[in-house]
């Protein structure tokens, strides 16, 4: 079975990250990683992230932008299949289980 790695940036979002990591672990395919990157909040969203315990790992970091977010997610992804999602993005149930079949079955990097 593929394995996914999903790396969530976050700055300021605790009114939504909730609703994100719940639709990503809720996935058909579950992520084999959910990292969620927080860029320097000064809400409450790491409270809201560590609220999901260890289904999710959370990176902390000072405020410097959602590339440099989503760059410090990749270094510790294991996955096979890396998949971004903002911190207010949703996405089909199966979203991660067709993209990781169609990428596995035309033999995508």
Do not use: C, W
Not at 14 to 24: D, G, L, R, S
Not at 42 to 50: G, L, N
Not at 63 to 77: S, V
């Amino acid at each position: 079975m593929v394995t996914v790695s999903v790396i969530i940036p976050n700055y300021n979002r605790a009114q939504v990250i909730a609703e994100t990591i719940a639709n990503m672990l809720h996935q058909t395919l579950p992520p084999h990683q959910l990292i969620v990157v927080d860029d320097g909040s000064t809400d409450d969203s790491v409270d809201v992230i560590k609220s999901f315990g260890d289904r999710v790992t959370l990176i902390q970091q000072s405020n410097q932008g959602p590339g440099a977010a989503r760059n410090a997610g990749l270094r510790i992804a294991t996955g096979e299949f890396i998949q971004f999602m903002d911190s207010d993005d949703l996405a089909s149930l199966n979203k991660l289980e067709v993209q990781a079949q169609a990428l596995t079955q035309h033999q995508a990097d």
